[in-house]
């Protein structure tokens, strides 16, 4: 039986890689994940700034070898050009840049045709390649999550599921996952908890654990609307310092922080998670909570995710079922006194400590 498309283009691909490896060299930067150790290789130093939402997970090279290998490279600082691609681009891009007939039980592929990134997956050699055509291509939110689809297919093809979610934790250990589509209110109110005395996880995607309550970080990220003058005050309180400064980029109206070194006593990387919250942007003065079913949090949190994610397995939805029907589910109506919203989510965790595990 011959070899499918897919499997062709990878063998072309992993040639061309170690061709980008003899000219720059390997560059490797390794990082616990959930329970996985994992090795982002570079060749040479151009696309670094991809490590820096990972940061908090970074590790010393273990004696044994990588879960999961991710070969990085670019065309601009190798100077090695990037294979010409065998399919039609406009006609064989499907949702999220998914390219037709190069997705298979084997191999995924995906293709950002704004930046040029290009992210090809071989699950049964837990390898991956991605490519750009050169750093300054990279668009914010790449930088912001990087590596997301490679690293969604993988997980996912080992009982992990990244899901679109931020997850905060209090004093005692216990915390909750803020769940809902982007402009919701998410990462505000991850940032104000953070702020507030809380454990951070994540303000976007984390990492679900499925048979479990637990969830793992992945991104060491935040992210506050810019025109939003009532969050200034606490803007200024996470840019203490300079070198955070310098890695605050704009997204979309949005200022993008890396908030690791500078917030690492804060940010942790498993929290058992006791409550759903569904943050809403109200105009009211206060801010209020309200249960709700779990059919409403399963809504909220899967189409959510499934709609950011490429390809997502159909187990995602029958895991995050289990996980809404396990935990009470609350609506967070997001009043304009932003400063007793901590207060609020200490409440529902005080109220609700059982968890699936």
Not at 81 to 110: C, F, H, K, Q
Not at 129 to 138: N, R
Not at 156 to 169: C, K, P, R
Not at 322 to 336: H, K
């Amino acid at each position: 039986m011959s070899p499918s498309p897919s499997l062709l283009f990878w063998n072309e691909l992993d040639q061309v890689t170690r061709r980008a490896y003899e000219f720059a060299g390997i560059v490797e930067h390794w990082y616990f994940v959930a329970g996985k150790f994992i090795v982002l290789r570079f060749a040479g130093t151009a696309l670094l700034c991809l490590t820096y939402a990972l940061e908090h997970l970074e590790i010393p090279a273990p004696a044994h070898d990588a879960d999961f290998v991710i070969q990085v490279w670019d065309s601009k600082s190798t100077g090695i050009a990037m294979i010409p691609a065998p399919w039609a681009m406009r006609e064989s891009l499907g949702p999220r840049g998914t390219i037709t007939g190069y997705n298979d039980a084997v191999i995924r592929t995906s293709l950002n045709p704004e930046s040029g990134l290009f992210s090809m997956v071989h699950l049964q050699e837990n390898r991956a390649i991605v490519w750009v055509p050169g750093v300054e291509k990279l668009l914010a939110y790449e930088k912001g999550a990087p590596l997301l689809n490679v690293l969604h297919w993988w997980l996912q093809d080992h009982g992990l599921h990244l899901i679109h979610a931020a997850a905060v934790g209090n004093a005692q250990g216990h915390g909750l996952l803020l769940a809902g589509q982007g402009g919701a209110g998410k990462s505000s109110t991850a940032l104000l908890c953070m702020v507030a005395g809380f454990t951070y996880l994540s303000d976007d995607y984390c990492i679900f654990q499925a048979q479990s309550s637990l969830v793992h970080s992945i991104y060491s990220t935040g992210k506050l609307l810019l025109e939003n003058s009532a969050l200034q005050p606490f803007l200024q309180r996470l840019m203490t310092q300079d070198s955070n400064e310098q890695k605050c980029v704009e997204l979309g109206g949005k200022s993008l922080l890396f908030l690791y070194p500078e917030w690492k006593t804060k940010i942790i990387q498993q929290l058992a998670i006791h409550a759903i919250l569904l943050p809403c942007v109200t105009q009211a003065g206060q801010s209020t909570v309200v249960r709700v079913s779990p059919g409403i949090a399963l809504q909220r949190l899967a189409m959510s995710s499934i709609f950011q994610l490429p390809l997502a397995s159909s187990s995602l939805l029958s895991v995050l079922g289990t996980l809404v029907r396990s935990l009470p589910s609350y609506q967070l109506n997001l009043g304009q006194d932003i400063a007793q919203i901590p207060n609020l989510i200490q409440q529902v965790l005080q109220s609700h400590r059982r968890t699936l595990v």
